[in-house]
């Protein structure tokens, strides 16, 4: 294992956390984190970590209609995820596979406060959209500091969304948090080992789920994506009778589905990239540039998961 560390961000706190946590790992001091990160090393070939400083905009807009308020914004505290679904745009968005934390935590509070002063509805932050938050608290402590952070605020919710079961993690923060989600995406077992490589199965994801529930905390489930695999009717409609029958749905404060889409852009870089992925075959540009199943397939998607639940959100589409 080697340690990339910033120069400048050897003396924060957190920064001494992710040192003591490998405690026999190799040390580099670097400049820039880009000059190790945007380097074309192939995939899997050397195990590191990189610790940087984050000295642009952790925080952006979400794209039109990806929830029913305008008002939501993703923010990152690091980069890159250690499970490899196949269809994850991650995949290409960067030139290696390295994790990247972020370590300069008072600065991302900081402009996460600046949005929320502005906003006068509620208000909506997304973590993890470039990793999986959970599967790394244990190194990055996020759960410790963003979780007591955004209950300073009101009228604003933050989402850990996630495919990990690392749920004690969460049982051992000292409270039940007002305003953080736990966010688990759950697809049929039969494609989690077929696409979500290294991730935990089905049952452990329910499993989670129900412990948490159990606790107290609020947990949405985020169908997504939907794959437009071959047979994709039964396998769902299985899959949501499944569901049904393991986790009470009256105690999960909300859920959301999503077919498979991508950008036109990232759709033919993924296709560069993975010519054999098939579920990419099933997949049309439409007028929006969007790439997406076509319109029966999503509608069946839909009416499947507002059956399960009514108030289920469905992510840019109509
Ligand atoms: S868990 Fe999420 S971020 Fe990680 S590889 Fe899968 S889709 Fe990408």
Same mark, same amino acid.
Request: hydrophobic share 35%; with cysteine.
């Given at each position: 294992m080697i340690l990339y560390i910033e +120069? &400048?961000?050897? !003396?924060y706190p957190q920064t001494q956390k992710i040192l003591s946590f490998f405690p026999d790992a190799d040390k580099i001091i670097i400049k820039n984190y880009k000059n190790i990160f945007d380097k074309n090393i192939p995939l899997n070939q050397e195990k590191s970590i990189i610790i940087a400083k984050l000295?642009?905009?952790a925080i952006w807009k979400t794209p039109d !209609?990806?929830?029913?308020?305008? !008002?939501t914004y993703f923010f990152k505290t690091s980069l890159n995820c250690i499970f490899d679904c196949s269809y994850c745009y991650l995949k290409w968005a960067f030139k290696n596979n390295m994790q990247v934390y972020f370590v300069n935590y008072e600065d991302i509070k900081k402009q996460i406060s600046e949005v929320v002063e502005k906003e006068t509805e509620f208000t909506w932050f997304y973590s993890s959209d470039y990793s999986d938050i959970l599967w790394s608290n244990k190194i990055t402590n996020f759960l410790q500091e963003f979780v007591p952070f955004f209950e300073n605020f009101n009228n604003v919710m933050m989402e850990v969304r996630t +495919?990990?079961? !690392?749920i004690q993690e969460i049982l051992d923060l000292w409270f039940v948090p007002k305003n953080t989600e736990f966010a688990f995406s759950l697809n049929p077992d039969e494609l989690i080992k077929k696409y979500e490589k290294w991730t935990p199965s089905l049952d452990d994801r329910i499993k989670a789920i129900n412990k948490l529930l159990e606790h107290g905390y609020k947990v949405w489930l985020r169908f997504l994506p939907l794959l437009p695999v071959k047979n994709y009717e039964n396998i769902y409609k299985e899959f949501v009778e499944y569901i049904k029958n393991s986790i009470d749905i009256k105690k999960i404060h909300s859920s959301f589905a999503s077919g498979l889409l991508y950008t036109k852009e990232d759709y033919n870089n993924i296709l560069k990239k993975y010519?054999?992925? &098939?579920?990419?075959?099933?997949l049309k540009l439409e007028k929006d540039n969007f790439v997406r199943c076509d319109r029966d397939m999503r509608n069946f998607f839909y009416n499947l998961f507002k059956d399960l639940d009514q108030n289920c959100m469905i992510c840019m589409d109509k």
């Amino acid at each position: 294992m080697i340690l990339y560390i910033e +120069k &400048d961000t050897i !003396n924060y706190p957190q920064t001494q956390k992710i040192l003591s946590f490998f405690p026999d790992a190799d040390k580099i001091i670097i400049k820039n984190y880009k000059n190790i990160f945007d380097k074309n090393i192939p995939l899997n070939q050397e195990k590191s970590i990189i610790i940087a400083k984050l000295t642009w905009s952790a925080i952006w807009k979400t794209p039109d !209609n990806y929830w029913h308020t305008p !008002n939501t914004y993703f923010f990152k505290t690091s980069l890159n995820c250690i499970f490899d679904c196949s269809y994850c745009y991650l995949k290409w968005a960067f030139k290696n596979n390295m994790q990247v934390y972020f370590v300069n935590y008072e600065d991302i509070k900081k402009q996460i406060s600046e949005v929320v002063e502005k906003e006068t509805e509620f208000t909506w932050f997304y973590s993890s959209d470039y990793s999986d938050i959970l599967w790394s608290n244990k190194i990055t402590n996020f759960l410790q500091e963003f979780v007591p952070f955004f209950e300073n605020f009101n009228n604003v919710m933050m989402e850990v969304r996630t +495919k990990s079961t !690392n749920i004690q993690e969460i049982l051992d923060l000292w409270f039940v948090p007002k305003n953080t989600e736990f966010a688990f995406s759950l697809n049929p077992d039969e494609l989690i080992k077929k696409y979500e490589k290294w991730t935990p199965s089905l049952d452990d994801r329910i499993k989670a789920i129900n412990k948490l529930l159990e606790h107290g905390y609020k947990v949405w489930l985020r169908f997504l994506p939907l794959l437009p695999v071959k047979n994709y009717e039964n396998i769902y409609k299985e899959f949501v009778e499944y569901i049904k029958n393991s986790i009470d749905i009256k105690k999960i404060h909300s859920s959301f589905a999503s077919g498979l889409l991508y950008t036109k852009e990232d759709y033919n870089n993924i296709l560069k990239k993975y010519p054999n992925l &098939d579920i990419l075959y099933r997949l049309k540009l439409e007028k929006d540039n969007f790439v997406r199943c076509d319109r029966d397939m999503r509608n069946f998607f839909y009416n499947l998961f507002k059956d399960l639940d009514q108030n289920c959100m469905i992510c840019m589409d109509k």
